[in-house]
């Protein structure tokens, strides 16, 4: 059972930069591909971004282009997602999952095999 622990939740002001991490202690996240989630209060879970378990393909949505990157430690278990920007639409519970084997992107939850917890982030002046 792999267990993700998400960190780096906060309040922030709009403009301000926040990073997310996911992280295992007990296996490897080597080979997961690793998606970021978020809900906004009263929404569903949308997905944000995504990183390949095989060549570290990335892939975002159009509304956090350019202000989001993802990227992995395999050495360290972890996944960071690194926000700045921050707009208050980014509000919402962060959650990031582990996709085992995954190789082309996916925001289909039920492709995900692992979810973390999830951490709050508020953008707010």
């Known amino acids: 059972q792999l267990q993700l622990v998400e960190s780096g939740g906060g309040l922030v002001r709009p403009g301000d930069s926040l990073t997310l991490t996911c992280a295992t202690t007990q296996y490897t996240l080597e080979y997961y591909a690793i998606g970021w989630f978020r809900q906004a209060p009263g929404k569903g879970r949308e997905g944000v971004s995504w990183?390949?378990?095989?060549?570290?393909?990335?892939y975002y949505v159009e509304s956090v282009k350019g202000r989001f990157t993802i990227s992995r430690d395999n050495a360290k278990n972890t996944a960071t997602l690194q926000m700045v920007g921050l707009k208050p639409e980014d509000t919402g519970v962060y959650y990031c999952?582990?996709?085992?084997?995954?190789?082309?992107?996916?925001?289909?939850?039920?492709?995900?095999?692992?979810w973390g917890q999830g951490t709050q982030v508020t953008v707010s002046s």
């Open positions: 990183i390949s378990s095989t060549d570290d393909t990335t």
């Open positions: 999952a582990a996709d085992l084997w995954g190789s082309t992107w996916s925001f289909e939850e039920n492709e995900y095999d692992y």
